[in-house]
């Protein structure tokens, strides 16, 4: 079994997935997003080593909480450790656990097959996917994340050709990801998906302010105010119309999305 670089545990998760969540966050990250977080899970190396059936245990101490939920591995990345999952997911399975895994797609790579193939054997054991896209344009994702977004565009794409089903996450952020022209584009984009579930999002916060300072690094959006939660069902609004309207052009029928 491969042990995974854990930077924490949650045991009752209530924003990752569907229901009530044993959360897992996994430790390291490629991307740098102005508006992270979580920045101390930035660093690969770090974190604390666990086996996998030490988190299948600490599921099970609180199993009834999770009847309509189950197991959610976040971060992080957690598609940087791939092996790590497969082995995790591959004993949740074993014991019927609905699984999830909350990620930003940025280590698809459409050419590596050596990747995709583990990919596929992760995918079969993965009930939901929860994707987060940062900005759907490639040169702004480029300023506000230090990451192309080519292969996160890929990696939706994947999941829809292996019938994964679908969560879209996308975070607004005032003048930095609220223009309509990108929202209105990111719902065109993801009209043709028919395993798209559900489309979180989510108003930009400004909680992970203290947390750049006390370890002492710039904090890039420290001016910006918050969103409010108002704003962002109407920034929503613009992306559904965006989706609704390609698929009526598409001829595809157009299902609600949550």
Known sequence: MTKGRIHSLES?????????????????????????HNPDTWEINAGKLMEPSYIIEQYERNEPFYTHGGLTVTGGEP?????????????????????????????????????????????????????????????????????PNDGILAFAAYLNDRGVDMWI???????????????????????????????????????????????????KLKDLPAMSQKEAIELKGIILKGLKEKREELGIEHHHIN
Do not use: W
């Open 12 to 36: 009752f998760g209530t924003v990752d997935g569907p229901g009530t969540r044993y959360v897992v966050f996994v430790q390291g990250c490629p991307m740098r997003c102005a508006y992270c």
């Open 79 to 147: 598609l940087l450790q791939v092996d790590f999952l497969i082995d995790l997911f591959t004993l949740a399975k074993e014991k019927n656990i609905h699984t999830c895994i909350d990620t930003s797609g940025i280590v698809f790579k459409p050419g590596n097959t050596a990747l995709i193939e583990k990919l596929d054997r992760l995918m079969k054991l993965t009930d939901l996917v929860m994707l987060d896209i940062k900005h759907i344009d490639p040169e702004k994702h480029k300023e506000l994340t230090s990451q």
């Open 169 to 219: 996450r996308h975070v607004v952020v005032p003048t930095i990801t609220d223009d309509p022209k990108y929202l209105y584009q990111l719902g065109q984009f993801l009209a043709p998906f028919t395993n798209l579930k559900a489309l979180d999002v989510l108003p930009y916060h400004t909680m992970g302010k203290a947390k750049y300072e006390k370890l002492g690094i710039d904090y």
